[in-house]
T-cell receptor
Framework: NAGVTQTPKFRILKIGQSMTLQCAQD?????MYWYRQDPGMGLKLIYY???????DKGEVPNGYNVSRSTTEDFPLRLELAAPSQTSVYFC???????????FGEGSWLTVV | TQLLEQSPQFLSIQEGENLTVYCNSS?????LQWYRQEPGEGPVLLVT?????EVKKLKRLTFQFGDARKDSSLHITAAQPGDTGLYLC???????????FGKGTKLSVKP
């Protein structure tokens, strides 16, 4: 009964470092999403994917990259981390547009 | 724009009180979802409302979709500390991946 699994849960990065947030779902969902959530700012879409091999930018894609080589996995890469990327990151998935979205438990990232 | 405005932004009440939070948009939407997010976790879907004027109940939670499908409300009766969390509304923006979230109402219910 895993649903959407994100790793790591917590991470501290130094400015300029790179890292990858992992996301996997076991529901055979076509759509996957990465959001960031900042206090008082709601959820902002970073990137999304409508299927393996297809990705597209969301509202705030700068400083991030994604790939979707399989239906199950949707990793988010941060290159040259900046303090502005300190946030909580949520991966989510849905069967298709307009269907229920299932969220992971979040990854807390601090860039110092 | 297709922003969703949620109010109030913060709400702190005592156990047993009733409350209503709102989600408004300037444009019509075909459906709207309400989520609750507890501290340290991801949002969890509570309900989807689709039809104008629709009312759905989930135990002590009552969700209403406005007749014009531009607004929605969530009413909690006899709030409990377990209701504490961030309540988010979300609508489908009409294109792939375009899911629009409100900024949420942060509810604190004190025993």
């Amino acid at each position: 009964n895993a649903g959407v699994t994100q790793t790591p849960k917590f991470r501290i990065l130094k400015i300029g470092q790179s890292m990858t947030l992992q996301c996997a779902q076991d529901m055979n969902h076509n759509y996957m999403y990465w959001y960031r959530q900042d206090p008082g700012m709601g959820l902002k879409l970073i990137y999304y994917s409508v299927g393996a091999g297809i990705t597209d930018k969301g509202e705030v894609p700068n400083g991030y990259n994604v790939s979707r080589s399989t239906t199950e996995d949707f990793p988010l890469r941060l290159e040259l981390a900046a303090p502005s990327q300190t946030s909580v990151y949520f991966c989510a998935s849905s069967r298709s547009s307009g269907n229920t979205i299932y969220f992971g438990e979040g990854s807390w990232l601090t860039v110092v | 724009t297709q922003l969703l405005e949620q109010s109030p932004q913060f709400l702190s009440i005592q156990e047993g009180e009733n409350l209503t939070v709102y989600c408004n948009s300037s444009s019509v939407f075909s459906s709207l979802q309400w989520y609750r997010q507890e501290p340290g976790e991801g949002p969890v879907l509570l309900v989807t409302v689709v039809t104008g004027g629709e009312v759905k109940k989930l135990k002590r939670l009552t969700f209403q979709f406005g007749d014009a499908r531009k607004d929605s409300s969530l009413h909690i009766t006899a709030a409990q500390p377990g209701d504490t969390g961030l309540y988010l509304c979300e609508r489908y923006g009409g294109s792939q991946g375009n899911l629009i979230f409100g900024k949420g109402t942060k509810l604190s219910v004190k025993p």
